[in-house]
């Protein structure tokens, strides 16, 4: 009768561990365009051997649900790898992205991870020490905004910036009126705009406030009409071809809808004074997009500006979606007017302007710009802003390489030819497809929404979500749904993109509008929504 020796078993049982991590290693490797030298470190050997059915079912027990999961209701992706506008699943799958506006100069670019790991293997810390790449970082961004702004704090993240910015303007305010720091400060925000999920930034996200049973909008913010020309309380009539083929025709009528929206703004601001509160601020976003690409119309900013200063509030511009050049004609979307042709320096200048997710293009490091007088109040209220983590050398250095590339990319001017591309083939494609009721926005923030009858607007919500996730399964196209009614295509892509990525996209789109959806009436209804 044999018998087996102990040694001899651990010895195979040693050899087939080894074997096994060097299969994955240089599966994972070779998918990654990595194969060679390259090794795992050994802390992150586990994670990287997990099957991909344990990743989803640890993810399911130990992280809230509230934390969704894009295209859980066609199968979650199991994202492995990025390449400028591609994304990589464990499997070798290539999809493209039109929707990560995070990656601003494209996923895995060798330029900034060279940059991230130079400074990680020298020294990560906190903003309390002296470091090159802080105060240049600051004094790059400062320079890319009109005077005075020109100080900066910096955050980890959109929603901390907006909720310091917030903090900026109460501070202001009581320090230009120390009688009334016992009064509660009013805030003006937009409907359907998304500001944040701080206690702070969730207070002005209407976005937020439509959603479930945990927020409300709280008395001291005022929330006033989206200025949305197309499905909005007041409407540009004019088909799309017609608003960018004969901008001249429509200016006064945009005008006249301007100054509809901004007298709300302008009511709130008279109705706060007269009951005797206090007005620290008017926050809105330069492009709202998870209201579905909402471009405020040619001069509603400066009549809600001057609005809100006559009564002594401060205007914030939130710039963490649309920041950093995405909309072609200016670095910041505050400078935009859906007229076009303008100075972006001859636009009315934030009081304070947050900026934040493609900053680091893809490390957490986002930004608060304000003038000097603000920040000087701010000093004078006597407490310490410290944040641990907000513009560490390393995040610095992510946010130097982005700068860097995007200038020496020329990423801005791509973003506006390759979008005016991307618009013009949608606008082909719209007099086509009746499901496609506007495409707006410019540059690289576009958005498509779909309608079931162009004359009535109403929202072709099911046939959205099954666009979507039929992009995503079929063509392995990722797109983003935004929208009150969850029927926009909100378009907004690492600015690398090409017209290539534009052509293949359109086509795809196409694709399923004119094959997969006409045939699709019975998934309509039994498809979940997609979470994207």
């Known amino acids: 009768m044999s018998t087996t020796n102990p040694m001899a078993a651990l010895a195979f049982a040693v050899t087939a561990i080894a074997t096994r991590q060097y299969i994955i290693r240089r599966s994972l490797y070779r998918s990654a365009g990595k194969e060679g030298t390259n090794s795992i470190p050994i802390s992150l050997l586990e994670a990287c051997s997990l099957k991909p059915e344990q990743v989803e079912n640890d993810r399911s027990s130990h992280i809230s649900k509230s934390c969704s999961v894009s295209y ?7 994202i492995h790898h990025g390449k400028g506008t591609r994304l990589f699943d464990i499997h070798g799958n290539s999809y493209l992205d039109t929707r ?28 309390r020490y002296l470091h090159p790449n802080v105060s240049l970082l600051a004094n790059k961004l400062a320079d890319l905004f009109p005077s005075p702004l020109e100080v900066v704090f910096f955050v980890n993240s959109g929603s901390e910036a907006n909720d310091l910015a917030l903090r900026l303007a109460r501070s202001f305010k009581c320090a230009q009126s120390p009688n009334e720091r016992s009064t509660k400060h009013h805030v003006i925000a937009i409907d359907h705009a998304y500001h944040g999920h701080t206690l702070a930034a969730l207070d002005v996200s209407p976005y937020k406030h439509h959603q479930g049973r945990e927020m409300k909008c709280p008395a001291y913010v005022r929330i006033v009409p989206c200025p949305d020309l197309y499905r909005g309380m007041h409407s540009l009539s004019v088909p799309d071809e017609e608003i960018h083929g004969n901008i001249d025709q429509v200016n006064s009528m945009i005008e006249n809808i301007a100054a509809k929206y901004a007298s709300y703004v302008e009511t709130a601001c008279d109705e706060i004074v007269a009951e005797g509160n206090s007005l620290s601020a008017f926050i809105i976003e330069g492009g709202m997009s998870v209201a579905g690409v909402i471009l405020p119309p040619k001069s509603y900013l400066k009549r809600c500006a001057d609005a809100v200063r006559k009564a002594g509030g401060l205007y914030i511009a939130d710039e963490v979606q649309t920041g950093f050049g995405r909309l072609g004609t200016c670095m910041w979307a505050f400078q935009h007017s859906i007229n076009g042709g303008e100075n972006p320096n001859d636009c009315v200048v934030p009081d304070i302007v947050t900026v934040g997710k493609p900053f680091g293009n893809g490390m957490p490091l986002a930004a608060v710009v304000t003038t000097r007088q603000i920040a000087s109040s701010f000093e004078s209220m006597g407490v310490e802003y ?8 390393v995040c610095c250095a992510a946010g130097l390489a982005m700068l860097h590339v995007l200038s020496s990319e020329r990423l801005q001017e791509n973003a506006l030819i390759a979008g005016n591309y991307l618009r013009d083939l949608f606008l082909e494609l719209q007099s086509r497809q009746p499901l496609i009721g506007s495409v707006r926005g410019s540059g690289l923030f576009i958005g498509i929404e779909l309608v079931r009858d162009r004359a009535t607007q109403e929202p072709a919500t099911e046939e959205t979500s099954f666009l979507c996730s039929t992009l995503k399964e079929k063509y392995r196209v990722l797109t983003s749904v935004d929208g009150y009614h969850e ?46």
Do not use: W
């Open 386 to 393: 410290f944040n641990t983590f907000g513009g560490n050398p």
């Open 100 to 127: 990560n506006n995070v990656a601003h100069c494209g996923h895995n670019h060798p330029e900034i991870v060279k940059a991230i790991k130079y400074q990680v293997e020298k020294l990560n810390t906190n903003t």
């Open 72 to 78: 859980a209701n066609t199968g979650a992706l199991h």
């Open 487 to 532: 029927n926009v295509i909100v378009v907004k892509p690492p600015m690398c993109f090409t017209k290539a990525d534009v052509r293949e996209f359109v086509s795809c789109f196409e694709k399923v509008l004119a094959t997969d959806l006409p045939s699709a009436s019975h998934k309509l209804i039994q498809m979940e929504r997609t979470p994207t």
